[in-house]
């Protein structure tokens, strides 16, 4: 495969075969040469779980100590009282059937959609075209709610989502290159511990199996699992 010259130059900054500690990892992330852009900065996991069984396919939601860096685009669909307050709360699009209509044409410019129960009857007919991209609300993430405004402000400050994928790896943002080391450190750990106290009692054998930090242009760097495992 061709690598462009960002990429080798980045590559020839790490030793792929290393595991570094995260203070380490971080550290080589940041030092690397990077696009024009703050890149974001991510975490990937692999879990020693089988998504395909229902009680170990891991799906939550929490706040990050620092953030994630990104301007998140938020959609409620409300009505009444709880609509008034996601508008006060700093929702970008409030709405109910218009809001329905115009996704189900085919408008999806947001990143989180955030839904009454009562509103779940009309969302759920949405499933064909905001499951695939990770949109549905979901009361296991805390995007089904009848307080609305809290989800939305929590979004707004750095609250982030993570599930397993089909092969049993989870995927999470921690921040961006400009943020400080040690913001990308406590929102790193924090994650990680987060994953970790979510280990299923079904799961069996080392549940934390692997561990990659990466930039959006970057290779990964590898982490020592062991340095989270320590510390829980």
Known sequence: MHRGKLY??????????????????IAKIKAMPHAKFDESVEVAMKLGVDPRQ??????????????????????????????TAARAAGA????????????????????????????????????????PRGLMPNPKTGTVTDDPAAAVREAKAGRIEYRTD??????????????????????TTAVVNTIIRSRPSSAKGVF????????????GVRIDPRHFTRST
């Open 8 to 25: 080798t130059s980045q590559l020839a900054t790490i030793d792929r075969e290393s595991l570094y500690t995260l203070e380490e990892a």
């Open 54 to 83: 229902s009680d170990q396919a891991l799906r939550g939601a929490m706040a990050l100590p620092h953030g994630t860096g990104k301007s998140v685009r938020i959609v409620v669909a409300a009505e009444g009282d709880a609509a």
């Open 92 to 131: 970008d699009v409030v709405g109910m059937d218009d809001l329905i209509a115009k996704i189900s044409e085919g408008w999806l410019e947001f990143d989180v959609m955030i839904a009454t129960p009562s509103a779940m009857r009309e969302v759920r007919k949405l499933g064909r075209a905001l499951g």
């Open 166 to 187: 089909r092969g049993g790896c989870v995927h999470v943002p921690v921040g961006k290159v400009s943020f400080s080391e040690l913001a990308l450190q406590e929102n």
């Open 208 to 219: 934390l199996q692997s561990c990659t930090m990466s930039a959006t242009m970057s290779p």
